[in-house]
């Protein structure tokens, strides 16, 4: 039988493609890769051809395509369980912070790009901005299990969901509070998170953030 394929874009800048991946790699089901190059003439039409939602990730099954990263987990988290926390208050807490992810932090994600290439180069931030990321922090911090290394303990699709924000904090040199770095410290040294950025590096595709750095 065909393994699913999981329809990315460019590793350097699809963050959201970057959470489906690292969740589908946690849960150790089997499946391929194959990226369609963002912002260039054909990406439109291409990305129309395979995701209903006009969007990536999308993953073909045997079953059917799924778009959007978060359904992509749950259908993952369907078959793999210990991709969320195993108790149920922890569970339904990390099902929130990742909802706060999938539809807010929206001036951070406009102003603050995910771009792999980009390494500890400021910006400076409006107050918009700076409010998400001191919610960002607030949230963690509310939620952080004191003697674990993740956010709810064990690592879960939460933290697949904040680990391009960990990313974003590092390329535009955010200072953040010592448990809020440290967090994202963990996050950035995983293994599956380090072979993703490593092949964003060998990416050469149109930037579509040169203008605003
Ligand atoms: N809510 C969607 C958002 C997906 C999304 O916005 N993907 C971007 C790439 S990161 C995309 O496909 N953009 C289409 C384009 O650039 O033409 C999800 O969680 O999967």
Redesign the pocket.
């Known amino acids: 039988m065909s393994l699913p394929v999981l329809y990315i874009?460019n590793r350097r800048?699809?963050?959201?493609?970057l959470?489906?991946w690292l969740v589908l790699q946690k849960s150790g089901i089997e499946f391929e890769t194959r990226l369609i190059p963002?912002?260039e003439g054909e990406?439109?039409s291409a990305?129309s051809e395979i995701?209903p939602?006009?969007?990536?990730?999308a993953l073909h099954t045997a079953d059917g395509v799924i778009?959007?990263?978060?359904a992509?987990c749950e259908w993952a988290a369907e078959r793999k369980p210990d991709l969320w926390p195993a108790q149920d208050m922890l569970r339904a807490r990390a099902r929130a912070a990742v909802s706060s992810m999938?539809a807010g932090f929206l001036s951070l994600r406009e102003h603050c790009p995910m771009d792999l290439c980009r390494e500890g180069v400021y910006k400076d931030l409006d107050d918009v901005t700076q409010m998400d990321i001191a919610v960002m922090q607030a949230l963690w911090h509310d939620v952080m299990t004191p003697a674990g290394e993740f956010m709810f303990g064990e690592w879960s699709i939460a933290d697949a969901f904040f680990t391009p924000v960990a990313s974003r904090f590092r390329s535009y040199a955010v200072e953040l509070h010592s448990e809020a770095q440290s967090y994202c410290d963990t996050l950035l040294s995983e293994k599956d998170y380090l072979d993703w950025h490593s092949k964003a590096q060998l990416e050469d595709y149109t930037n579509p953030y040169e203008n605003p750095l």
């Open positions: 874009g800048f699809s963050s959201w493609s959470r489906a963002l912002n990406t439109r990305i995701s939602g006009g969007t990536v990730p778009w959007d990263s978060l992509i999938h």
